[in-house]
């Protein structure tokens, strides 16, 4: 009988790691497949950057097929049907599987051996993104892996990446780091110290490009419910990216209207 219970165990194990496999590599396809061309077709064009790590790609979210996990298709869906944003938006899901705070570095200010040299790449290269005005940053969750780095290094490395994207004249907005791991002590871990820095860091900047997204770590009592997430307890499920959205929806819209008012008066002014 233990032996019997020994193989189902193992053999439940490789499952999960086989869906898993396949489930990763399907959100990234659809990533790479489903993403906007980003090509401009008149002035009143607009484009808001997701990026990050697993949270920003939407790992736990459910599987569909025709379009961008986690909280790109839900905004393109909704800036669709609002009547208060005029102008069209452009939604991108960069977000990378495993991704921590110095794969996003600027290559200007790191010398990280095997850096992923992301920041570059994707938000400076990628012509898809030229002109972008707004991004929503989801970032730090897998910091605590890496035994070099620490709550003040994680939020160091944070910082970089705003202050980089605000001389690039981009409004970052940033979420909480969540704090769901049943393994962790409540308001101790890694990521509990660094949400509080964070937080106490966009309070006394008072910089108008820096934005306190969606607070979605378990301290916010609202996302301190087990259905919100996949059964890791890592991630958010359908469920958590849905309530995720509507969250966000509060803080993101007024940051569009900024981006539309500033757009049509620039090109007021020139005509």
Known sequence: MAASNSLHHQLGFLFVRIYYWFYIKYMQWSQWVFQPTGKAYQKFEQKLVIFGDD???????KMSLGGLPGLADRLS????????????WH?????KFKANTEDWLPSSSTTIAGHKNYFDNILVN??????????VLLLGSNDEKLARLNPQKSLENIKTIVNKLNEMDVTVIVMTV????PTEDEGQSYNDRLNAQLKAYIEEEKNPKLILGVEIDALNFEYDRVDLYHWDRLHFNEKGFDKMFKDLWDIVKPE?????FKTFQNVLYKN
């Open 126 to 135: 990628d012509k898809r993104l030229e002109g972008f005005k707004l991004a």
């Open 55 to 61: 949270h920003a790609l939407g790992l736990g979210d």
């Open 256 to 260: 569009m209207v900024k981006v539309e």
């Open 178 to 181: 969540p704090t769901t791991d």
């Open 91 to 95: 939604v991108f899901n960069f977000g």
């Open 77 to 88: 869906f909704k800036l669709r049907n609002d009547q208060h944003i005029r102008q069209f």
